[in-house]
């Protein structure tokens, strides 16, 4: 396990940036205005050798526990168990304040080892602030604008008495991780408020994701390592669960945050395996939802549809039938998209939502042998023959798989180019009832043999 490092400090100090800083990607969202950060956000870090896990936090502030910013605090406090070391960070253009003062004398109570960082310290206008910080009592202060990427030679200094004797122990003859043993990569996705971090932290059972009755709070796209224990065998499996922020209608997108909060959202649908939608029993199915679910589909992951707050549901019967209709309607490049029905409130469906997961995943990285593959393709083409458009006869030859994760097929033949899109469909149905897909996006690529006695 790598050393676990904090990054605490009063809103819009530039904790944020000093995160992207450090994992060397744009991983947080960062904006002008204080506040945009409201979970904690985990990343790789690899500072000039000396490898750890960072650990974006809310801003501190000072306010009841019953109101949003409270219960941000909450989280970043929750941050510093099991961490081995906390980045205190200041603005110190701004010098400082009285918050930043209380959240020193909280630090000094905590029993993890503190550094102090002056950020935004390029040129003189940083110098009082940093004179000013050395009476927080946590020492020298490093100075760097984590911005600009200064000072990160200094930062290595102060961060490797406390990392040093804390680094994992490579192994040079490790193998590379299955991809089906590696942890299920699962992101929650949907409307605002359907539930999503609500469903997250039911399967930790803990508040790890902040929670509440306000529409968007999720903004960053929050990742959460879990070991799942399937009730059936008693199998402990791992899952990367992915909290994604609520994705509205195009039109009702109007602020700058929201448009990156759903930018994020979507790119995290490319770093998923699986995409829970999840529904609101007491909204139904939306227009928007199709569309979220036709984003997913064609971005090649595996989908599943989960109608949250079951235990609230009117006509829950007709509710199920209504929605199962209106997707396979909805979704016709996919029949038979899995539906569960979950509650975050009471848990129900949660372990089969997992356990769905694992099972569609497992589809998603199947590969057909070749001669399977073809002897079933022989079958399909005796019962339904490619038809002849004009009198002429489109012949198809074989079919290989490509590649997985989506399942990929090319398909070879001569003037494909007429093959109806209809019959295209019914091969690629057939792959999926006949071999083992299930209900996986599937490609399928036609390729016509050239004729070298043509002429250009």
Known sequence: MKPQVIIIGRPNVGKSTLFNRLVGKKLALVDDQPGVTRDRRFGDVNLLGLEFTIVDTAGWEDLDPATLPGRMRMQTEASLDGADLALFVIDSRAGLTPLDEEIGRWLRQAKVPVVLIAN????????????????????????????????????????????????????EFAEEEDELSGPLKLAIVGRPNAGKSTLINAMLREDRLLTGPEAGITRDSIAVDWLWTDPKTGEERPVRLIDTAGMRKKARVIEKLEKMSVADALHAIDFAEVVVLLL???????????????????????????????????????????IRGALDEGLAQVKGVPLLSVSARTGKGLDELIRVGFEIREAWSKRVPTGLLNRWFDSALEANPPPAPGGKRIKLRYITQAKTRPPGFVLFGTRLDDLPTSYQRYLINGIRRELGFDAVPIRLNLRSAKNPFAKD
């Open 280 to 322: 609101d029993a007491t909204q139904g199915l939306e227009h928007q939802d199709l569309k979220i679910a036709s984003k997913v589909l064609e971005e090649g992951r595996a989908l599943i549809i989960a109608i949250n707050k079951w235990d609230v549901a009117e006509g829950p019967s007709g509710l199920f039938n209504g």
């Open 120 to 171: 935004k310290a390029e040129g003189k206008q940083g110098d009082h602030g940093l004179f000013e910080s050395f009476a927080l009592g946590f020492g020298e202060p490093v100075a760097l604008s984590a911005e600009h990427g200064e000072g990160m030679g200094d930062l290595f200094e102060a961060l490797l008495p406390h990392l040093d004797d804390k680094q994992p122990e490579f192994d």
